[in-house]
T-cell receptor
């Protein structure tokens, strides 16, 4: 059974810092991995999608990496801003497109 | 990115009533949609896969007679919570994957409160 864990559970940083969020999964037989952000009481916003054959994806200040063999992904956020404050979720997808979600990292960027 | 809408965004109902939640893909067709529920300060839990033209498939532990799913068209899936009770109060979110990479897009969620 696939299990997805995110570390840390919560993180508080001053504005401008670069930071790394971690995601690990137990079964390396994944189809893709997706990173999302969720604002309180809202739905999920897709940030980055990495296919199983890819090593990383970049979008603006965000960079996500994937090491399938070791069951790890990282989300790197450069020059963090208060508007980045949210819960970040990683999710691994299988061939059936079902997503298994991690436990989430609550990020607070202090102005 | 693609747009998925949900209606209503929130609903309050009395115990014993049924509530229908709609999930629509606004700018693409979705043969498959997924329904999740999320409890406060917890992650998302997959409830079921909604399939256009066929029956939904439910995850283990999810009562299919309690949570009725109908995928009426390529742009609409509905989740009906039947005979709702306070323990069904939760945040319900739908999603749809878009080929070829199957990136999933989520609706804004529906907050259900059962009194």
């Amino acid at each position: 059974k696939q299990e997805v864990t995110q570390i840390p559970a919560a993180l508080s940083v001053p504005e401008g810092e670069n930071l790394v969020l971690n995601c690990s999964f137990t079964d390396s037989a994944i189809y893709n991995l997706q990173w999302f952000r969720q604002d309180p009481g809202k739905g999920l916003t897709s940030l980055l999608l990495i296919q199983s054959s890819q090593r990383e994806q970049t979008s603006g200040r965000l960079n996500a990496s994937l090491d399938k063999s070791s069951g790890r992904s990282t989300l790197y956020i450069a020059a963090s801003q208060p508007g980045d404050s949210a819960t970040y979720l990683c999710a691994v997808g299988g061939a059936t497109n079902k997503l298994i979600f991690g436990t989430g990292t609550l990020l607070a960027v202090q102005p | 990115g693609a747009v998925v809408s949900q209606h209503p965004s929130w609903v309050i109902c009395k115990s014993g009533t049924s509530v229908k939640i709609e999930c629509r893909s606004l700018d693409f067709q979705a043969t498959t949609m997924f329904w999740y529920r999320q409890f406060p300060k917890q992650s998302l839990m997959l409830m079921a896969t909604s399939n256009e033209g066929s029956k939904a498939t439910y995850e283990q532990g999810v009562e299919k007679d309690k949570f009725l799913i109908n995928h009426a068209s390529l742009t609409l899936s509905t989740l009906t919570v039947t005979s709702a009770h306070p323990e069904d109060s939760s945040f319900y979110i739908c999603s749809a994957p878009i080929p070829p990479y199957n990136e999933q897009f989520f609706g804004p969620g529906t907050r259900l409160t059962v009194l």
